[in-house]
């Protein structure tokens, strides 16, 4: 390995980066903070940036659904300080085919974040109510905008006069936006949905009906963050979250002539976030069925809608139980649709409010992140040293189920 100090960060390569200063290896082991590794594998398919969390990831050749399994490789080249360091969560994989990866070395997000929220229909609406109640110790401000003026005189009027009784309480600021303010903060959540099919009227995939129209406002908003050089976290809610996120991908990426060239939005900027509710519905049926086990053992995969795999026990998987579990899950947002409602509250406040603010904290949480080349949900935490995925030792009909999610998704965007 050849050790380089760039923008005062201890980097590590495998080739030679012309250009940079080297270092030796002593005086990379003195890092008190993150260190990085370069590698080069195909944007189209690779994170820009990821955490290493095993020496097996340090400089990988590729990536696709596999990163999910716990890694078995032997390495044998690492040198215990950097072991170390992949230990605590303190080494920071950069793919370098990526214009702007020098970018990473400097990601620093602060204590409290401002969030901006686009669209505020049902979702978006009570997402803001959410973040308003629950958001203070890790939210200084929640922007608000829709192209509907009276909605966010609405969301304001109504949201900033939700307040606790308790005077210590501390609530975040509800600010009305302007369309050039769209992009200062650290998360820009959006929330547009159109073409949401009536109550009774609605065909087998709600969600797959609404991704035309979404994706067509999503383009113009990732055009803005491109020009605007947003580093923040680009948020899709809006259904369905795991294609309309390849659709930001790709959609930021291209040049003024539609050519990729990878300026744009990082894969690990975008985040799709769907399957939080998906978990609480799926903890709910489990209840129900006496299967008690899914809240520590269980775990969910995959989109927000056709594709969802769950799993009723990582350790002990019920192939039987994991399948009615995932029928159930599916099928949820038909039932409360079959009692006369459209189902946005437990979407908005699970999937939206709680998840948002675990990945503030750097915990763990449900959320579609970048993984070989489409978005995919799993439960990951948001480090300074980046995404980590939580990895499993999948029993062999799982992961199968699982495979066939990622080629289904594989092919739709």
Avoid at 274 to 291: C, D, P, Q, S, W
Wanted: charged share 25%; net charge negative.
């Amino acid at each position: 390995m050849i050790y380089y100090r760039i923008n005062n960060k201890i980097v590590l390569s495998k080739i030679p980066r012309d250009s940079y200063e080297i270092v030796s290896e002593e005086e990379a082991k003195k890092e008190q903070g993150i260190i990085y590794a370069l590698t080069n594998i195909d944007p189209r398919k690779s994170r820009r940036s990821f955490c290493v969390t095993h020496p097996s990831e340090l400089f990988m050749e590729k990536e696709d659904l596999s990163i999910l399994k716990k890694p078995v490789d032997n390495v044998t080249d690492i040198p215990n300080w950097l072991i170390d360091k992949i230990n605590k969560r303190q080494v920071t994989s950069i793919n370098a085919t990526y214009p702007y990866w020098e970018k990473v070395l400097s990601i620093n997000y602060p204590d409290k974040w401002r969030i901006n929220i686009v669209g505020l229909g049902d979702v978006g609406g009570t997402l803001v109510a959410g973040l308003r109640l629950m958001g203070g110790d890790y939210v200084s401000r929640v922007g608000i905008y829709d192209v509907e003026e009276n909605r966010i005189k609405r969301w304001h009027y109504e949201a900033a006069q939700i307040l606790s009784p308790d005077d210590s309480a501390i609530h975040p600021e509800i600010h009305p936006l302007k369309e050039e303010e769209l992009f200062d903060c650290e998360i820009f959540a959006f929330c547009v949905s159109v073409g949401v099919p009536e109550v009774g009227k609605e065909p087998e995939d709600v969600r797959i009906a609404q991704f035309e129209g979404n994706a067509k406002i999503l383009k113009q908003y990732v055009k803005m963050a491109r020009d605007k050089n947003f580093n923040g976290l680009f948020i899709v809610v809006s259904d369905p979250v795991d294609m309309l996120c390849k659709v930001a991908f790709n959609e930021s990426n291209k040049d003024e002539n539609g050519i990729m060239d990878f300026r744009g939005l990082a894969p690990e900027q975008i985040r799709g976030y769907g399957l939080g509710v998906m978990h609480g519905r799926a903890a709910y049926f489990a209840e129900e069925k006496g299967a008690s086990q899914y809240l520590k053992e269980g775990r969910i995969f995959g989109p927000h809608g056709e594709g969802v795999v769950v799993a009723d026990s990582i350790s002990n998987y019920n192939e039987e139980l994991s399948d009615y579990l995932t029928i159930r899950t599916k099928k949820a947002n038909l039932d409360v649709r079959a009692f006369g409602f459209k189902p946005f509250v437990a979407p908005a406040l699970g999937s939206g409010t709680l998840a948002f603010i675990e990945t503030i904290k750097k915990e763990w949480h449900y959320s579609a992140t970048f993984m070989g080349g489409i978005f995919i949900g799993a439960k990951n935490r948001l480090l300074p040293s980046g995404v980590e995925l939580e990895t499993y030792d999948f029993p062999e009909k799982l992961y199968s189920k699982l495979q066939n999610t990622y080629d289904y998704l594989e092919k739709l965007v």
